[in-house]
């Protein structure tokens, strides 16, 4: 399967996911950790990749997002940004409710 075929099936298949370096429990930077910390401080399940278990995906991805760096948080298949995006988010009490609704759209479709 091509690099960029693979992102978007993640992407699709995952209404919620976390493209970042290393896993939520073992964040290999700084930035992945905050983000991650923010994303299961939400209480919702979330999929994650880690990129630098993927290489290809790690190339690709800032292309096919038009974003240069990670951690990335997709959310019903946009992308809603980085680390910085993503902790204003959550301390401006944004991040919680968008999460919610999707995993709770995406319960109901089960």
Not at 44 to 72: C, G, H, M, S
Request: include cysteine.
């Amino acid at each position: 399967m091509e690099t960029l075929d693979k992102i978007k099936q993640q992407i699709s298949e995952n209404p919620i996911i976390l493209f970042m370096k290393g896993s939520p429990k073992l964040p290999n930077c700084g930035f992945s950790s905050q983000a991650s910390q923010a994303i299961m401080s939400c209480g919702e399940k979330f999929a994650y990749v880690d990129i630098l278990q993927n290489p290809d995906i790690r190339a690709e991805l800032p292309k096919y997002a038009n974003w240069p760096t990670f951690p990335q948080l997709w959310v019903d298949g946009e992308l809603v940004g980085g680390c910085d995006i993503i902790l204003e988010m959550y301390q401006q009490g944004e991040l919680q409710p968008l999460l919610k609704e999707t995993a709770e759209k995406h319960a109901s479709q089960d």
